[in-house]
C-alpha cells in the first residue's frame, strides 16, 4: 500500500455522527463490533471484501470469506440496520497471496500471507474504499487494542491472550494507524459470544475460521496438488550427515516439523531443522537441535518511531507464542537482528518475527536468516 495515498482523518461537523467503514464477515466477532458502533453513536457502513472466485469447487472458502459467510453479514447488517456492501478484492488477492504463496514454499520458505493480506488489502486498500465512501475511520473484529499515545496512535495487544491479533499486524503502514477502531480490544471471546446472545445476533455460536482461507484442507494436500514433486534424501545431523530416509519434496516440510517424515522404522524422535532447495535435501535431527538463539530479518516495519525503538524487546517467532527477552539491533535498511535471551524452538525463513514493548506492537519483519543451532 502507498502510505502517501492516505488522507488525514476527517473530524465531522459536530451536529454529524463520525462515519466508519465496519469491516464484517459473517463471523460472531465483526458483528458484535458492527453493532457495538451502532450502539456507540457512529453511523456505521458495512462491508465484506469477496476474495472467493465464481469457481469454488475445491471447497476453499466455505467458511470464511464465502457467499454464505456474506449472507450471514448481510442478515446482521439488516438487522441492526445498516447499509450493506460487498467489495469484489479477487484481483488484489490473487497478485499479493495466491501468487507468491507456491513460490514462497518452493524456495524453503514457511510464508505468513495473512501478514500481507492485512497490510494491502483489509486494512491498506480498505481504508481508501473507506474514505471514497466518506468514512473518516475502519473497524474490524480483531482482539487489538487501539491507545492513542504521546506520539500518535499504537496498537497493543488484545486483552484476551489465546484471541490477541496483533502478531498479523506488524506490517501495517503506520500511517493508517489513526483510521482504525478495534471495539473488542478489551473483551474476551467469551465475552463477544454473550454480547452476540444478548442481542439475539444469529451467528453468536457461530464455528471461528481458522488457518487459510483459500487453502480447502490443509497447506500440505494443497501444494501436493499444485506442485511437483521432487524426492530427495533426508539427512540427520546426528548421523554425520548420513541419509536415513527419502522425502516428497522440500516444499512439503516446514522447521519443527515431527510428523509425516517416513522415518516411523527409528526408534529416535527427530524433526526438521533445515531445508535445502539447493539440493533438494531435508534435514532433521533431535528436538534439541531445533533451537536457535539469534536471528535476521528483513523487510522490517515499525509502528513507532525510529527514536522509540528500544534495545530491549519482547519478540515472537510464531503465532500462539509468548512474547520473549530479547536484545534488537538495526543492522542496515529495513533489517534487524534479534538475539534472544533463551532459545526459541523452530525459527523459520519466510515467517514473520514480532517485537513488542510490554503490551505494545512496535513493529516486525520476515525472518530470513539464523545463527547457529543452540544445541
Request: charged content about 25%.
Amino acid at each position: 500500500m502507498d502510505a502517501r495515498a492516505v488522507r488525514p482523518p476527517t473530524t465531522p461537523h459536530s451536529s454529524e455522527r463520525p462515519r466508519v467503514l465496519a469491516a464484517m464477515s459473517g463471523g460472531v466477532d465483526s458483528s458484535v463490533a458492527t453493532a457495538m458502533l451502532v450502539e456507540q453513536g457512529f453511523e456505521v457502513l458495512g462491508a465484506m471484501l469477496r476474495f472467493w472466485p465464481d469457481d469454488r469447487a475445491d471447497g476453499a472458502f466455505d467458511l470464511c470469506c464465502s457467499p454464505d459467510a456474506a449472507f450471514d453479514a448481510r442478515r446482521i447488517a439488516d438487522k441492526i440496520e445498516v447499509p450493506f456492501y460487498l467489495l469484489d478484492a479477487r484481483e488484489q488477492f490473487q497478485q499479493v497471496v495466491i501468487d507468491p504463496f507456491m513460490p514462497s514454499y518452493a524456495h524453503g520458505r514457511t510464508p505468513n500471507p495473512c501478514v500481507w493480506c492485512n497490510r494491502e488489502i483489509k486494512f491498506g486498500d480498505t481504508v481508501a474504499r473507506a474514505q471514497r465512501l466518506g468514512c473518516s475511520f475502519v473497524a474490524t473484529g480483531h482482539f487489538v487494542r487501539r491507545v492513542d499515545g504521546e506520539h500518535g496512535v499504537e496498537l497493543h495487544r488484545g486483552l484476551d491472550d489465546d484471541k490477541d491479533q496483533t502478531y498479523f499486524l506488524w506490517a501495517l503502514p503506520r500511517a493508517i494507524l489513526p483510521y482504525l477502531l478495534f471495539p473488542l480490544g478489551d473483551m474476551t471471546k467469551a465475552e463477544v459470544r454473550r454480547q452476540a446472545v444478548e442481542r439475539g445476533l444469529s451467528v453468536a455460536w457461530k464455528r471461528s475460521s481458522s488457518g487459510l482461507c483459500f487453502v480447502p484442507t490443509t497447506v500440505r494436500a494443497y501444494l501436493e496438488e499444485r506442485l511437483e514433486a521432487r524426492p530427495g534424501p533426508v539427512i540427520d545431523v546426528s548421523q554425520d550427515g548420513a541419509v536415513v530416509g527419502e522425502h516428497r519434496g522440500v516444499a512439503f516440510y516446514t522447521i519443527g516439523q515431527k510428523k509425516g517424515l517416513g522415518l516411523w522404522k527409528s526408534h529416535l524422535e527427530r524433526f526438521v531443522i533445515d531445508l535445502e532447495p539447493d539440493t533438494n535435501t531435508v534435514v532433521v535431527g533431535p528436538r534439541a537441535s531445533c533451537f536457535w538463539r539469534e536471528l535476521e530479518a528483513d523487510q522490517v516495519n515499525l509502528l513507532c518511531a525510529e527514536e522509540e525503538l528500544p534495545a530491549r524487546v519482547l519478540a515472537q517467532v510464531r503465532y500462539r507464542q509468548a512474547p520473549q527477552p530479547a536484545q534488537l539491533e538495526r543492522v542496515g535498511p529495513g533489517r534487524v537482528r534479534l538475539r534472544f535471551d533463551e532459545p526459541q524452538f523452530a525459527v523459520t525463513l519466510g515467517q514473520s518475527t514480532v517485537f513488542y514493548e510490554g503490551e505494545r506492537l512496535l513493529g516486525g519483519g520476515v525472518i530470513q536468516a539464523r545463527g547457529d543451532a543452540a544445541a
